[in-house]
């Protein structure tokens, strides 16, 4: 059984940085692409950010591009997203997701964590 654990969330002023991890159990972690989403109130979960299972190839969503830095590193079972210049409509919930191969649709993706909490104070 796979399990997803983020950590890294918490409260940040606007122009500040966080980063968030991605613990993975198992010992697949390497097969597979790994993927950020985030969901605020009352809105659907979207994505972020993915990542192949060599880390060479890079997905991300425009509201993100140039200030969230996705990566991994295969021998700890870890992703990680790095995020600068954060904006108060960056604040959310954010959920890592595993499937083979990267996609920026959400219902591709099949295991899931728990999720984090951003906020982002202006």
């Known amino acids: 059984q796979v399990q997803l654990v983020e950590s890294g969330g918490g409260l940040v002023q606007a122009g500040g940085s966080l980063r968030l991890s991605c613990a993975a159990s198992?010992?697949?972690?390497?097969?597979?692409?790994m993927g950020w989403f985030r969901q605020a109130p009352g809105k659907e979960r979207e994505f972020v950010a993915a990542?192949?299972?060599?880390?060479?190839?890079?997905y991300y969503a425009d509201s993100v591009k140039g200030r969230f830095t996705i990566s991994r590193d295969n021998a700890k079972n870890t992703a990680y997203l790095q995020m600068n210049s954060l904006k108060p409509e960056d604040t959310a919930v954010y959920y890592c997701?595993?499937?083979?191969?990267?996609?920026?649709?959400?219902?591709?993706?099949?295991?899931w964590g728990q999720g984090t909490q951003v906020t982002v104070s202006s």
């Open positions: 990542i192949s299972w060599s880390g060479g190839i890079t």
């Open positions: 198992g010992r697949t972690f390497s097969s597979y692409a």
């Open positions: 997701a595993r499937r083979p191969r990267p996609s920026t649709v959400v219902g591709d993706w099949d295991y």
